[in-house]
């Protein structure tokens, strides 16, 4: 049954992808075991519903906008891991997975005086963690949060843990964004990427850097882990309407964000 439906949601996919390097040339997963399936280089668990792939090391020391990038894309040069798994494997996976994308706002809505429009606003759904698998100084395997590699450079407060959002990216003209910028997960928000940290300044795309000491070396493999958070309660101030409208806006917000 999940490979029959890869295949469909695969077929289906491809119709709106970008051509380019790097594309899926099978989309069906591969049973490996009970608790493991893979889909190209991407491992998923039918059961816990996690999803891992390896990565590198990309960059250790300049301003960064993503954290996860395929490597075929454009955005490579600002992200701090790179993978040979695409967007597109992800999202299928995610899929096949029953992961529900969040509907929450990405970026502020303003009015004509350039005002913001209160705050982002937020169903809660989508929830989830990113997490890194790797060899420590020791020798020793580690697994901690990637946001911990990760801070703005203006506060010194790391990305950190939980903060992370399955927003879904977007179809736009036929072009699947995540496929044609190869953006996976971003620190700066974007509505193309399939994932998005939402901290404060995560709107700001001077903030964020590599943590020295944190960062093992350029090219060193890890393995980038996915797993899905359960939906969380917002604040009314904050929360979606059902069907993903927006609450009616208020006259005063103190904190748009």
Known sequence: ???????????????AQDEGPGEAADLKPLKVS?????????????????????????????VLEYAICDEFRGKLHESLLSTKVTPLEIQIAMKLLRWEASGRDVYLRYDEEGRPL??????????????VRHKGADGKEV???????????RTGVPVGER??????????????LATADGAIAAVYRYEGALCNAFNPGSDNDELWFPIEGKVPPLDTEV???FR??????????????????????????KDPE
């Not at 999940?2 to 491809?14: F, Q």
């Not at 903060?163 to 699947?176: E, L, R």
């Not at 969380?232 to 208020?250: F, T």
């Open 1 to 15: 049954m999940l490979a029959g439906a890869a295949a469909a949601l695969g077929a289906a996919a491809i119709a």
């Open 34 to 62: 009970e608790t493991e399936y893979k889909l190209g280089e991407l491992s998923f668990n039918p059961k816990t519903r996690e999803i891992w792939f390896p990565c590198r090391v990309n960059q250790d020391e300049v």
């Open 118 to 131: 209160g705050p982002l606003r937020d169903d809660g759904k989508g929830r989830m963690e990113i997490l």
């Open 143 to 153: 697994t901690e949060p990637l946001g911990n590699w990760v801070h703005n450079e």
């Open 163 to 176: 903060v992370w959002t399955y927003t879904g990216s977007k179809v736009i003209d036929g072009h699947f």
């Open 223 to 225: 393995v980038a882990i």
């Open 228 to 253: 899905p958070l359960p939906d969380v309660e917002v604040p009314e101030a904050r929360r979606l309407a059902p069907g993903g409208d927006p609450q009616p806006e208020k006259e005063s917000q």
